[in-house]
């Protein structure tokens, strides 16, 4: 995977995720919707700058995502800790591809979505974004 | 408690022994076979103070009674090849020693040369910082 590629893959989650937590927010009275809402689009627009530093123009998001809106706020909890998950997963891949500036970037990505994970209750791990809870 | 890591101390352990094999090159070009290509040796020191640097957080979790931390930290070291046992550096206090830790791992992954060690110390600094909830 080519680091505009990787970089792409993780804006794709981001954007996913920002658009998922402003339908969260709406019909959630819990104040973390908004929280992860304001923290995932600074992760799509440093991915966005990233991107633009590269000279690359992203394709535009898609105008809505299918989504089981969830009913209670433990689904809206288990769709939370999946958002994070996959952002978590992207931001690993992107680390691989990345140095300086792009890897540093990468790594906080990781970092925030491991901890926007934690704040949706879900359990620390030793290696988030590189281990599914349902694996081995 | 933490399953589900199985795969992930595979790709550490590798990492782990991809640095013991270096040792042995001398030996393996004496048989006239090439041997595969050695790791960074910037990377086995980055490698080695990630496992000192986890070895005091663990000695942090177990002296400061936080066992969750102790048993996260313990598989983010099994898959790194081990606590190391010359870790006796003065025990700071479990939450300053875990964020200590996180930007250090943070440190050695921006600099590391191996994508693999680069991705397991991000994940790994990125656990610590979710450890904190624990302490």
Do not use: H, K, N
Not at chain 1, 84 to 110: F, H, I, K, M, W
């Amino acid at each position: 995977m080519s680091t505009t590629d990787a970089l792409e893959a993780s804006l794709a989650q981001s954007q996913r995720a920002v658009w998922t937590y402003g339908v969260l927010g709406a019909r959630l009275d819990d104040p973390r919707p908004d929280d992860s809402f304001a923290s995932q689009r600074r992760d799509r627009d440093d991915l966005l700058a990233a991107l633009d530093a590269r000279g690359t123009t992203p394709p535009a998001p898609p105008a809505s995502y299918e989504l089981d809106v969830p009913s209670d706020l433990a689904a809206a909890r288990r769709l939370a800790q999946q958002l994070e998950r996959d952002c978590a997963e992207a931001a690993a891949a992107l680390v691989r591809v990345t140095s300086g500036d792009e890897r540093r970037l990468a790594v906080r990505l990781l970092q925030r979505a491991a901890l926007r994970a934690v704040a949706w209750d879900a359990e620390p791990r030793p290696f988030p974004g590189l281990d599914r809870p349902d694996a081995g | 408690m933490i399953v589900g890591t199985g795969a992930l101390v595979l790709a550490g352990g590798a990492v782990y022994a991809a640095e013991r094999a270096g040792v042995l090159d001398d030996a393996v070009r004496a048989t006239g076979v090439v041997p595969v290509p050695q790791p960074d040796r910037g990377d086995e020191r980055r490698l080695a103070t990630v496992r000192t640097t986890l070895s005091g957080v663990l000695a942090a979790a177990e002296a400061q009674d936080s066992p969750a931390v102790a048993a996260l930290v313990r598989q983010q070291l099994d898959a790194l090849g081990g606590a190391d046992a010359a870790a006796t550096a003065p025990v700071p206090r479990l939450q300053v020693a875990l964020q200590d830790a996180a930007d250090r791992v943070e440190s050695a992954c921006l600099g590391a040369v191996s994508p693999d060690l680069a991705q397991v110390l991000a994940s790994a600094s990125a656990g610590l910082l979710q450890a904190r909830s624990l302490a």
